[in-house]
């Protein structure tokens, strides 16, 4: 293998990181998108290709930008618990395609240690790092004209500081390595930085990529920090949803959005749903006392905003809407208390909360919509309120 400093030398040669920011941010795509996807207003510094979109093909393709060829592992542990490709199969595919456009590198035939991962493999976390380890050193036997990405996989932090040891001299000083099954905690970037820092302490001259790494990730200083490149793709999602815009646009706008969102205008920025329990300051309109800042698809929003607030609304009573109904000795009601959560079934679903316990196992509802109700719970089923008083909903 050559040595991780001419790699790092000829990466900053010809790798612009035109974004102005760390990491290098490399936009994940189909090979016939590789020559358009990069936008010339916000270009990504590369792309990243799948080894699995390349397997069938038999043309070259055009690339206006430096790309690495991704091993597929996500598609293809999820879908069939094993690699379909052998070592030896990935290595022909590599020097199949090295010469197209610049290719900066490949990355290993690494496993993935998520939970549903393991379920799928019927391995541990254990037998995963070490096939991770044995196909990145067959890969590397083989006189391929590029440089091999090794990854060190995990899910725990602990995990990752055992891999990285397991590794030992295999990898170089200042080796540009993957960080694997870090995907799907872009809602976490405090999980991620954790495991970035935890690599680091023990290499601190490693060069981190973070594989599907998004813009919810990348606003966190300390991940931007930590890396030294990602890749995402999490630009397709919409596409998911039914959006019709085309293609390269789509990938055009989220490159401007992850300028966006590592500038220091991001980190100023107040998200709509913040409260006083994430540091923004404001008080938050809901009960709950902490919000976080989630994106969704637009013509969504509204009706997840309102499935948000249903809930919210039933954690008033730490049992859902059914009261706890156990028989009280000491009084001539069910267990009923005050602030209670009721559901009245008797004409239509209403929810409202108990501000007063009546004599005669009566109780007086305030509805969340309005108007009040004096009734009994029926002790056949607690979610039925009998009108016995006034009702001026």
Same mark, same amino acid.
């Given at each position: ?25 490399f ?122 990405m ?35 905690r872009?809602?976490?970037? &405090? ?8 690599? @680091? $302490? ?5 060069? #981190?990529?973070?594989? %599907? *790494? ?36 789509l ?14 205008s ?7 749903t ?8 404001r008080?938050?309109?809901?009960n709950n ?6 994106r969704?698809p ?32 000491k ?7 005050? &602030? ?8 239509? @679903? $209403? ?5 007063? #316990?009546?004599?005669? %196992? *009566? ?5 969340l ?24 909903r």
């Amino acid at each position: 293998m050559g040595t991780g400093a001419s790699v790092m030398r000829a990466l900053g040669d010809n790798v612009q990181n035109h974004l102005g920011i760390l990491p290098l941010f490399f936009i994940g795509c189909s090979p016939s998108q590789a020559a358009s996807i990069i936008n010339p207003d916000y270009p990504a510094a590369g792309v990243m290709i799948s080894a699995n979109s390349l397997r069938s093909r038999k043309s070259d393709f055009k690339t206006s930008s430096p790309w690495i060829m991704d091993s597929g592992a996500f598609t293809e542990l999820s879908r069939f618990g094993k690699y379909r490709s052998s070592v030896e199969d990935y290595a022909h595919q590599i020097s199949r395609w090295a010469n197209v456009g610049h290719l900066l590198c490949a990355v290993a035939q690494d496993y993935m240690c998520e939970p549903f991962i393991l379920e799928r493999t019927g391995l541990s976390v254990e037998e995963h790092q070490r096939l991770t380890i044995e196909r990145f050193e067959r890969l590397c036997s083989y006189p391929l004209p590029v440089k091999i990405m090794p990854v060190i996989q995990g899910y725990k932090v602990s995990d990752y500081i055992a891999h990285v040891q397991q590794y030992n001299d295999r990898l170089d000083q200042g080796e540009w390595v993957g960080v694997g099954s870090v995907c799907r905690r872009n809602g976490s970037p &405090e999980i991620i930085g954790d495991i970035l820092r935890a690599i @680091k $302490l023990i290499r601190p001259d490693l060069r #981190l990529h973070g594989f %599907g *790494l998004k813009q919810t990730a990348l606003e966190n200083q300390a991940v931007r920090e930590l890396l030294y490149s990602c890749d995402s793709m999490a630009w397709s999602m919409p596409r998911r949803f039914k959006d019709l815009t085309p293609t390269i646009e789509l990938a055009h706008n989220y490159q401007a959005k992850v300028s966006k969102a590592v500038t220091d205008s991001v980190q100023k920025r107040i998200p709509v749903t913040a409260g006083a329990g994430n540091g923004q300051g404001r008080k938050p309109k809901w009960n709950n006392p902490k919000t976080k800042a989630i994106r969704v698809p637009e013509d969504l929003a509204e009706r997840l905003l309102d499935l948000a607030r249903q809930w919210d609304e039933s954690r008033d009573n730490p049992l859902g809407v059914e009261p706890d109904l156990e028989p009280n000795p000491k009084a001539n009601y069910w267990g009923l208390k005050t &602030e209670m959560l009721i559901t009245h079934y008797m004409y239509q @679903k $209403l929810k409202g909360k108990i501000v007063e #316990l009546l004599p005669g %196992g *009566l109780v007086k509802i305030c509805w969340l919509n309005g108007g009040h109700l004096q009734g009994q719970i029926e002790t056949h089923n607690p979610l039925f309120i009998l009108p016995l008083g006034n009702d001026d909903r």
